[in-house]
């Protein structure tokens, strides 16, 4: 398996504060992504990044961000959360057409 | 717009044959690839398709037809592990940077 490990696991917020969400992985892969899952909508892409301080957004970045200051780590910040970012979030790493993914992050925003 | 379509749910009995649609629509494609993805679990990547034709890889096929914006998954001698959600998605360019866009993902359920 890849090496990629999210944390935290569970967290559970109130509205309106900040968290953040990091994914680490030790496969040296140049490609990071943030997902969003919900019933329903599949997999959305939040943000990624395709090396070091270069990220862009995906097609769900409102109300996020992210930073990447090393090849190992990309974060993905709420600066306000709210309720409808209640889900299970998803990092995942490429080198090639196949992605690995984590292990996933619930995040309840009450 | 981008869209993927996939059906929601199928139903198949252990050991038959099933097949798993998925239709896209985007600006721009390179690629069709299908994750498959358990109750709790994260997806795991099972096949991409870059070129025509069928892709085989044990008991799962996955098979690509640009001409029609099409593709399948096909999963054989059916297990009860098999089920699970099975996504299709759509890489839309060459480079990895290109963002790769998720179908909304079919429950695959299995009878005994």
């Known amino acids: 398996d890849a090496g990629i490990t999210q944390s935290p696991r569970h967290k559970v917020t109130e509205t309106g504060t900040p968290v953040t969400l990091r994914c680490h992985q030790t496969e040296n892969h140049r490609y990071m992504y943030w997902y969003r899952q919900d019933p329903g909508h599949g997999l959305r892409l939040i943000h990624y990044s395709y090396g070091v301080k270069d990220t862009d957004k995906g097609e769900v970045s409102d109300g996020y961000s992210v930073s990447r200051s090393k090849t190992e780590d990309f974060l993905l910040t709420l600066e306000s959360a709210t309720s409808s970012q209640t ?7 490429s080198n090639t057409n196949e992605q690995f993914f984590g292990p996933g992050t619930r995040l309840t925003v009450l | 717009g981008q869209s993927l379509e996939q059906p929601s749910e199928v139903t198949a009995v252990e050991g038959a044959i099933v097949q798993i649609n998925c239709t896209y629509q985007t600006s721009g494609f390179y690629g069709l690839s299908w994750y498959q993805q358990h109750d709790g679990g994260a997806p795991t990547f099972l096949s991409y398709n870059a070129l025509d034709g069928l892709e085989e890889t044990g008991r799962f096929s996955s098979f690509l037809s640009r001409s029609d914006s099409y593709g399948y998954l096909l999963l054989q001698e ?3 592990k098999d089920s699970a959600s099975y996504f299709c998605a759509v890489h839309r360019g060459v480079n990895r940077d290109d963002k790769i866009i998720f179908g909304k993902g079919t429950r695959l359920h299995i009878l005994p």
């Open chain 2, 78 to 80: 059916l297990q009860m």
């Open chain 1, 87 to 93: 889900s299970v979030y998803f990092c995942a790493i």
